[in-house]
């Protein structure tokens, strides 16, 4: 078992930043990939950012430039810094931990931007 708790997550207006955090416990593999989803109200969930161990990235285009993650290993902890910020980031932000077949999801942490 994997568990996650994020943090960070908050008000701010357009063009602001905010960094988010999250935290992995438990059964962690030495090779993992961590990362950021979010999900709107009556939308889907969708991929914002993911990084491996190794330092492999992903990005949504809708963030590329903006956003950048990044990872402290030892501390198996992911973060996310949010440049930029426009009212279509607004949505809840769950941070999720692959491994394999595993798959493990914190429990989200939510994110206003106000015009």
């Known amino acids: 078992q994997v568990q996650l708790v994020e943090s960070g997550g908050g008000l701010v207006q357009v063009g602001g930043s905010l960094r988010l955090s999250c935290v992995a416990s438990?059964?962690?593999?030495?090779?993992?990939?961590m990362g950021w989803y979010r999900q709107a109200p009556g939308k889907q969930r969708e991929l914002v950012a993911t990084m491996s161990t190794s330092g492999s990235t992903n990005y949504a285009d809708s963030v590329k430039g903006r956003f950048t993650i990044s990872r402290d290993n030892a501390k198996n902890t992911v973060y996310l810094q949010m440049n930029d910020l426009k009212p279509e980031d607004t949505a809840v932000y769950y941070c999720?931990?692959?491994?394999?077949?595993?798959?493990?999801w914190g429990q989200g942490t939510q994110v206003t931007v106000a015009s």
């Open positions: 999720k931990y692959s491994r394999l077949f595993f798959n493990y």
């Open positions: 438990g059964n962690i593999a030495s090779s993992n990939t």
